[in-house]
């Protein structure tokens, strides 16, 4: 999201409490000059919001404290700031976006930005169970995805642009995400992390869906052209040998508290509980 559109929402929320305090929220992420501080200059929000007194650059990834948001092995890895745990009001402005591990970038997706977690890139094989517990955690009021331009094919990073002519907006994040799944041609129970916070409990409708024209718009379904079938099946196998690092790792774990060999015994149960906790 641009620092243009990020003012337009800091000014409308300002007007509404003047008194209040905002903090624009980036953390770290996989890849070459990914890390917040490099994002708040080249998104131009250092330029925008530097001088504010009211306006606050929030660094996810160097913040403290930290508060758990998920049980079980998962949980270790999982920590978001305690600011934004108590946030008054959460707003989450992001990009209509395919993505080539998610199928879509969405509301609920862009929270996954709130884990203070170092490695990411770790969490990829978990990434439905991770973006469920941030928003379980702590929901947003308000999610918005700017489609002027989206991205369409290898997203999140190598996609090509795509003008839309619209942006969605609405109170209810999973309600929202289910349209972005209908413009790149999916069922939003076909994406696993929307269906997942489907299942939580969390209800689906559309508060509001709005053209820049600003009337009422409803865009046409499969627009965004997802990554080939070739990248998805790379993606799958990708995935595969994560997860089978993971199993690797766990015995490894194991084994450091084994005195004996008859001990070792007792590892394959302990495996398989710790990765039904992690993959359920």
């Known amino acids: 999201m641009s620092s243009v559109a990020a003012e337009n929402v800091i000014e409308a929320l300002l007007s509404i409490a003047p008194t209040a305090e905002v903090l624009v929220a980036e953390s770290d992420s996989v890849g070459a000059n990914a890390t917040a501080p490099e994002k708040f200059r080249a998104s131009g929000y250092e ?3 530097g001088d504010r007194r009211s306006v606050t650059l929030f660094d996810v990834s160097r913040a403290h404290p930290l508060v758990r948001v998920a049980d079980g092995p998962l949980g270790d890895l999982l920590y978001v700031p305690q ?4 946030a008054d009001f959460v707003v ?14 969405g509301v609920l997706k862009n929270q996954f930005g709130m884990l203070a977690t170092k490695n990411k890139a770790y969490l990829h094989p978990f990434l439905s169970q991770a973006i469920k517990a941030v928003n379980l955690c702590r929901p947003v009021e308000l999610g918005i995805l700017d489609g002027s331009p989206a991205m369409e094919g290898d997203g999140p990073l190598r996609g090509e642009r795509k003008d839309l002519g619209l942006s969605l907006f609405g ?10 799944c209908g413009l790149a041609g999916l069922h939003w129970r076909h994406v696993p992390h929307v269906r997942q ?24 379904a499969g627009v965004l052209r997802r990554p080939g079938a070739t990248q998805r099946g790379i993606v799958r196998v990708a995935m595969a040998v ?5 199993v690797v790792q766990e015995i490894g774990h194991q084994a450091h508290g084994a005195r004996r060999l008859g001990d070792l015994r007792k590892a394959p149960r302990a495996i398989g509980h710790t990765l039904r906790s992690l993959y359920k």
């Open 171 to 180: 109170r209810n994040a999973v309600a929202v995400d289910a349209v972005v």
């Open 92 to 105: 989450s402005l992001g990009k209509v976006k395919t993505h080539n591990l998610t199928a879509i970038t």
């Open 197 to 220: 916070m489907w299942s939580a409990g969390q209800t689906l409708w559309v508060q509001s869906l709005i053209g820049e024209d600003g009337m009422a718009a409803r865009p046409e």
């Open 47 to 49: 330029a925008a919001f």
């Open 242 to 246: 994560q997860r089978l690092g993971t």
């Open 83 to 86: 600011a934004f745990v108590r």
